[in-house]
């Protein structure tokens, strides 16, 4: 995509520009590219079974002791991440996708941002594209 038309090129002596490149990358691009260059992922993007609980509609990956259980009930389910925040603030999808091309096909057939799982994002869907229109990065 074209940057120029946010480009704002008034630069006074000492000013620096701040440069995004792949602010305008979808989830999907991100993913392509992986492929393409065969780049080496975390394993959490990738379906396995792990622990969770089901806490409103969300699903909380169970680590380690940061996150007390107490008496909610603990299950097994294929899960993955589609980002990657502090924990336990990001939640898991259900999801089979255990391959870069599964992860590719999960993605291109969901409408829901990727940073849907992040709790602390509970704005609305297109929160972050206004938060890059205000300047926030």
């Keep these: 995509p074209e940057f120029w038309d946010n480009y704002n090129t008034l630069c006074a002596k000492d000013d620096s520009f701040r440069v995004f490149p792949l602010s305008n990358w979808t989830e999907i691009d991100i993913w392509r590219y992986i492929q393409q260059e065969n780049i080496p992922v975390v394993p959490l993007y990738f379906s396995k079974e792990r622990p969770v ?25 294929n899960v993955r991440f589609r980002t990657l925040g502090c924990y336990p603030l990001t ?41 890059k229109k205000e300047g926030y990065f």
């Design 53 to 77: 609980i089901k806490e409103d509609n969300k699903i909380i990956m169970i680590d380690d002791e940061r996150l007390p259980v107490d008496d909610k009930k603990v299950e097994k389910l």
């Design 91 to 131: 939640q898991a999808i259900e999801s089979n996708a255990s391959t870069v091309s599964e992860i590719i096909q999960e993605i291109s057939e969901d409408k829901q941002s990727e940073r849907h799982g992040r709790l602390i994002d509970h704005d609305e869907d297109s929160g972050l594209e206004q938060k």
